[in-house]
Structure formats: C-alpha cells, structure tokens
C-alpha cells in the first residue's frame, strides 16, 4: 500500500510540476479497452536486457496483477493484461487499482497522445488557442 501511496504522490506531483503540451478531454466510458492490452514502454537497453526484462516482467506482474501478453522488441514495449477486468469491461478492483490505472491515460511529454480506439478522451493542444 505504501508503494501504491508513494506513486500516486509522485505521479501527481509531476503533472503539476511539469505540465504536458497536452490537455486530456473527455472522460472514460468504461468499456475496458484499455485493461485488454497495457503497453509499458522501456529503453532500448532494457529491451535487450534478458535481466532486466524478466525483472520487469515479474515486478509488474506482482505489484499490479496483470498478465504478460507480448514483448514488443521492435518497438520496445511490454504489453499486460489485467486479470481483474470482468467481462462487463469493468474493474473488479477499482479501489484498490494501481496508478498506472487510475492515471489513465498518461500524456506524453513529447509525443501527441494516442488513444485506444471508443475511448472517450481526447487531447487538444494548450498552445493552439
């Protein structure tokens, strides 16, 4: 729980410390698209580490109950399912979700946002007025 508190502070913190170029719009519809396939990106060095990756894997796995679906060495990606998504799309652990979850979806600093296909958020750009 205190790993759960200690992201959640830091993550927020972040966001207001260090805004993105992109302001998120919309809202969830809860159709559950987004627990299907959850991409984590890492460095091209943590791809290519055996170590690191197996580290990785078995660290989110735990922390987060999710599932491992795929390794993604070309776009140095590691794609998760979460076991608590019932088969109405919704969380079966919504109080207890991780951050990764409940800072859903996470605006890149410096790419433009990519959302799954239904989802309900948008982005719109904070220097285009």
Known sequence: MIFVLLDNVLTNLTKKI????????????QCG????KIILTMT???????I???????WISWLF????????????NLAFTCQHLTKEGKCGNYFWRPNICRNYPLV????????????????RD???R
């Open 18 to 29: 260090f805004r993105t170029r992109w302001q998120l719009t919309g809202k969830c519809r």
């Open 33 to 36: 698209n987004c627990c299907k």
């Open 44 to 50: 091209p060095a943590q791809t290519k580490s055996p």
């Open 52 to 58: 690191f990756r197996q580290i990785a894997i078995a």
């Open 65 to 76: 109950d999710f599932i491992l679906l795929e390794i993604d060495y070309q776009h140095n």
């Open 108 to 123: 890149d600093y410096f790419a433009e946002p990519k959302f799954l296909p239904g989802c309900g958020f948008n982005a």
């Open 126 to 128: 904070r220097d285009r």
